[in-house]
């Protein structure tokens, strides 16, 4: 009777040292979060690499915690480390847009915009009326020269949320460069009021369209 009351007692332990190596991921995981929002970057990827290591319980997600990784190596300037984080962050979750925004997000930065572009479609498939998505690739568009395609999406954006103020001041270029000053004039006076910050440098693109 000694020898199983002592054996269970061993296998308590074992399951009990078990439970904190992964509560003790997820420790780590809330104190990358934290250094992460307080933009304390370096802190923060030392936390979730020891997250990552440790591993998490299921109460966090991989995904998640990829996708973290994946931000706090952006932000320190680490483009390539950033996009295989947010690549895993992807094949761990492939319904949450984010995933395929945070993925796209490192493409355009590397100069990669059809890689981002079919990103970017690939996650309005899940949900055809994220703003900012739409947004985002509208803005593809003018890059590319295609500008009533861009003006489409621009629109589709601002049916879904209309005080959003860079879609107003994309959008304004874009029926410029169409030849529509008049929608172009207004669409960019609305995005002044919606506090569009970079409406001035938008106002000097608009008046080159007309001087062409």
């Known amino acids: 009777m000694k020898k199983i009351i002592i054996l269970l007692f061993t296998l308590s332990l074992a399951f009990f040292s078990f439970g ?5 991921g997820d420790e780590f995981f809330t104190e990358g979060s934290e250094a992460y929002a307080e933009g ?15 591993g998490i319980s ?9 996708a973290y990784l994946g931000g706090a190596e952006l932000e320190l300037g680490n483009l390539e480390k950033a996009q295989e984080y947010y690549q895993s962050a992807l094949d761990e979750d492939d319904t949450d847009v984010r995933n395929y925004v945070n993925l796209a997000i490192t493409y355009r930065q590397g100069g990669d915009n059809l890689s981002a572009k079919e990103l970017y479609l690939q996650a309005l498939e899940i949900d055809p009326d994220y703003a900012e998505l739409n947004s ?9 020269g295609d500008a009533p395609a861009a003006i489409e999406y621009f629109e589709k954006a601002l049916k879904s949320d209309p005080d959003l103020a860079v879609a107003w001041g994309n959008a304004a ?4 460069q169409t030849g529509d000053f008049e929608t172009a004039d207004k669409y ?3 995005s002044v009021k919606k506090g569009y910050e970079n409406a001035e440098t938008i106002r000097e693109m608009i008046e080159k369209e007309k001087n062409r």
């Open 136 to 144: 985002s690739l509208g803005s593809l568009y003018i890059l590319e």
């Open 58 to 66: 299921d109460k966090i997600s991989y995904s998640d915690l990829y």
């Open 173 to 176: 270029l874009a029926y410029a």
């Open 20 to 24: 904190c190596q992964k509560n003790q």
């Open 40 to 54: 304390d970057y370096e802190t923060a990827l030392e936390k979730f690499e020891s997250a990552l290591e440790a």
């Open 188 to 190: 960019l006076e609305t």
